[in-house]
C-alpha cells in the first residue's frame, strides 16, 4: 500500500491510497471508472432494483447513467477548481466537502473515518480518513444507492478498505489506536 | 503528536509522484463538449447491443474493426468519426445522429421581422394569393396561345 498526494501541489492536503494490486490510486482509479459509460450501464443494470428502492426516485439504467456522469463532471469541475486554486488555502473547501461516516458524529478529530458526499449527487461517494483537520487520505468510493454501507457488498467493501488504510496508517507510525476515528465524504 | 508532526509524518511516507488523476481531469474538462456526444453514443450503442443480445466482438466483425475499438467506443472515451457513426448506424439498424434541417430560431426570428416589417408582409400574402389563385394557370396559357 501507497499513499499518493492529489493536491495542492506544494503541501498536499488530499492524498489517495494506491493499493497493491492496483496500477493507480483511489482518486485517479474512482474517477476513471465514473466517468466510464460501459462501467456504469453495467453498474446500474445488475442493480436495477436499487433504483427503484425507496432510497432513490424510480429511474431507468439510461437515466441514472446519464445523470452519474453529469454529476461527476460537476464533482470533478469542483475538485479541478480546488486543486487549481494555486496558492489559496482549499482549507475551508475541504473542511465543507468532507463529512464524518458516521452521521452520529459531529466533532472533526484525527484519523476520523470521512465521506466527500457531493451536493448534487445522491450517490456519489468518496471515502477517507482525516489525518488532521484538512488532511485527508482517499481510500476509496462508489455509487452508494442503499441507505446502509453494510447493505450491498461492494459499499461493504469500502467499509473493510477503510479499516485496512487505518491500520496501515497505525503501523506506520502516524496515530495511535487511541486517536483513530472514521470519517465519510 | 502535533499537526505539524503529523504532516511532516505524512510527507515522509507518501510517494514524490503525484497521482495522474490532475491531468486526465484536465484533458477531460478541456474535452467535455465531445465527450458529452461519445458518451450519449455509448449508451444508445450498449442499449442496442443488449436489446438484439449481440455481443461487442459480433459488433467488431460487422464494422471490420478490433474489438478494442469497440471497447473504447462504448466507453465513451472515443472522439468518432462520421464514418465511423454511420458504420454503426448500419450495422445496428439505429439513428445516432438527427441533424435539424432548419433551427426553431430562425423560424421564430422570420416571424418576428414579418410582424414587424409591414411591405415584407404584404409581399408574401400577395404572391401566396397568386400561387393559390385558380385562374393563375388559365391566364398563362391564354397568355402563351397569344403568344
Request: charged share 30%; aromatic share 10%; with cysteine.
Amino acid at each position: 500500500m501507497n499513499l499518493i498526494p492529489i493536491f495542492p501541489k506544494e503541501n498536499p492536503r488530499i492524498f489517495a491510497v494506491r493499493y497493491d494490486d492496483q496500477s493507480v490510486d483511489e482518486f485517479e482509479r474512482l474517477f476513471d471508472l465514473w466517468n466510464d459509460s460501459e462501467y456504469l450501464e453495467s453498474f446500474f443494470y445488475e442493480n436495477q432494483k436499487d433504483l427503484c428502492s425507496g432510497f432513490n426516485r424510480c429511474q431507468s439504467v439510461d437515466e441514472a447513467v446519464r445523470r452519474t456522469l453529469e454529476d461527476v463532471s460537476r464533482f470533478e469541475d469542483h475538485l479541478l477548481d480546488l486543486a487549481e486554486s494555486g496558492d489559496r488555502d482549499p482549507s475551508q473547501a475541504l473542511q465543507a466537502l468532507f463529512e464524518p461516516l458516521n452521521n452520529s458524529e459531529f466533532r472533526i478529530i484525527n484519523l476520523q473515518k470521512s465521506k466527500a458526499k457531493y451536493w448534487r449527487s445522491p450517490w456519489l461517494r468518496l471515502y477517507a480518513i482525516r489525518i488532521d483537520v484538512n488532511c485527508f487520505v482517499i481510500t476509496g468510493g462508489a455509487i452508494k444507492l442503499t441507505h446502509k454501507m453494510n447493505d450491498r457488498e461492494h459499499t461493504q467493501f469500502e467499509l473493510e478498505k477503510l479499516e485496512k488504510a487505518k491500520n496501515y496508517l497505525i503501523e506506520t507510525g502516524l496515530t495511535d489506536k487511541e486517536s483513530f476515528e472514521f470519517l465519510i465524504i | 503528536m502535533t499537526d505539524t508532526e503529523i504532516r511532516e509524518k505524512l510527507t515522509s511516507i507518501a510517494m514524490e509522484k503525484s497521482s495522474g488523476w490532475l491531468e486526465k481531469a484536465k484533458t477531460r474538462r478541456g474535452n467535455r463538449a465531445w465527450l458529452k456526444r461519445s458518451q450519449a453514443i455509448a449508451l444508445r450503442v450498449l442499449r442496442t447491443l443488449r436489446e438484439k443480445e449481440m455481443t461487442q466482438k459480433e459488433l467488431s466483425s460487422r464494422l471490420n474493426v478490433s474489438p478494442q475499438q469497440i471497447s473504447k467506443i462504448v466507453k465513451g472515451k472515443e472522439n468518432l468519426t462520421l464514418e465511423t457513426i454511420s458504420k454503426i448506424e448500419k450495422a445496428l439498424g439505429i439513428s445516432l445522429m438527427n441533424v435539424p434541417l432548419y433551427e426553431k430560431s430562425q423560424i421564430v426570428e422570420a416571424s418576428e421581422y414579418l410582424s414587424k416589417n409591414f411591405y415584407a408582409k404584404k409581399a408574401i400574402q400577395r404572391t401566396l394569393e397568386y400561387n393559390l389563385d385558380p385562374k393563375k394557370d388559365f391566364v398563362c396559357e391564354n397568355t402563351n396561345s397569344a403568344a
